[in-house]
């Protein structure tokens, strides 16, 4: 078990003398025990109803990871209708259905059908995260996203489909910055809307760290492939084929075994950068995940669920949101979080109501 990373009492001694500023910690007091039976419950009434559950099970889970979160004193909830969430996964498979119809007796149409994705997926993110945000509760206020399709569109069409393929991946910076920037800035807690700092230089100096890796990584698998293939005679053709057979077995575990941990270390530092990065209305935030604790997790959260056939997947699941959650908070005063939060509750008094007509269809992504 890995322990959480807890901020020093020297630093929050620090903060609060000087800076009269204090860390509110998020906690996260769920257990592998009670999500357990959740979990087994919703995938067995998933697989009885034929997937028509699914909607309940996905409430039952939220609603169990936000009320186990504490914010000072408070917890999340989740208010979403699961007969929203089943009408749009019906209008998601029904379009599917049609879709593969039309590929079946039309052959060569997946390009029409790979097109329409595209165009789409901006469309279908935006939904998502507005119903996402809009049935999302804290302290009875409910939080909001207002992103545009334009928008969306760059950074999560024309950015990762065309713009970072022709560009080799040095565009991917500025499509990840311009995704996460459209994601933050657009979401509001009641009617005051969160603030994205980083700048694309901030995201460069990671992607450049994990590119210089992958190029290492990629130079090592070369040099592992030259080992492992001895150069034989042609007419040892039958050994050299098996020997090539044996050797191409372990290319899975060399990649994995490689390239893991810049995906580890790109997910740490990224998740830090955003969320240190984010503040609302003079509110910031606090991230401070570790390469070396959060690749533990993954790691044996892999070989727990290989090897127990998928039963600790409750069990992963937890882990990894309390430890997410024990390395993030916000710096503010006690004071000024009741402030804040008793001003949003004077404001969203007026608007309510509207809230009820804001997106009634959860896409599912």
Not at 200 to 217: K, M, N, S
């Amino acid at each position: 078990m890995v322990e959480p990373w807890k901020l020093t009492r020297q630093r929050e001694e620090s903060d609060t003398t000087m800076n009269k500023i204090s860390f509110q910690p998020f906690e996260f007091q769920g257990k592998a025990g009670e999500y357990f039976r959740i979990w087994i419950v919703n995938v067995c009434l998933t697989i009885i109803s034929v997937g028509l559950y699914s909607p309940w099970a996905k409430i039952r889970q939220k609603r169990y990871f936000y009320g186990s979160t504490h914010l000072a004193g408070a917890t999340f909830d989740y208010v979403a209708n699961p007969w929203a969430i089943l009408k749009g996964r019906l209008i998601a498979v029904a379009l599917v259905i049609v879709f593969g119809t039309i590929i079946h007796f039309l052959p060569g149409a997946e390009r029409i059908f790979w097109l329409a994705f595209i165009i789409a997926l901006p469309w279908l993110t935006i939904r998502t995260l507005r119903f996402n945000a809009v049935n999302t509760v804290y302290r009875n206020i409910r939080f909001n996203f207002t992103g545009a399709y334009k928008q969306a569109f760059v950074y999560f069409a024309l950015g990762p489909f065309f713009l970072v393929p022709l560009s080799l991946g040095l565009a991917q910076p500025w499509s990840k910055r311009g995704q996460m920037k459209l994601i933050v800035d657009n979401s509001f807690y009641g009617k005051t809307a969160f603030n994205l700092g980083a700048t694309i230089g901030d995201f460069w100096v990671f992607y450049r760290r994990v590119g210089l890796g992958f190029i290492a990584v990629a130079f090592l698998f070369g040099v592992s492939l030259a080992l492992l293939i001895p150069h034989t005679e042609p007419t040892a053709a039958g050994v050299n084929n098996a020997v090539m057979g044996q050797a191409m077995a372990f290319i899975p575990l060399l990649l994995l075994l490689w390239i893991a941990p810049l995906w580890v270390y790109l997910n740490v530092m990224i998740s830090n950068l955003i969320w240190s990065k984010t503040s609302i209305k003079g509110i910031s935030f606090r991230s401070e995940l570790k390469f070396w604790p959060m690749f533990v997790l993954y790691i044996s959260n892999i070989l727990g669920i290989i090897f127990s056939f998928g039963l600790l997947i409750p069990w992963a699941k937890i882990r990894i949101t309390r430890y997410r959650l024990s390395c993030m908070g916000l710096c503010c005063t006690e004071e000024e979080l009741k402030g804040f939060v008793a001003g949003q509750v004077e404001i969203v008094g007026a608007f309510g109501e509207e809230l009820s007509d804001i997106l009634d269809v959860d896409i599912g992504l």
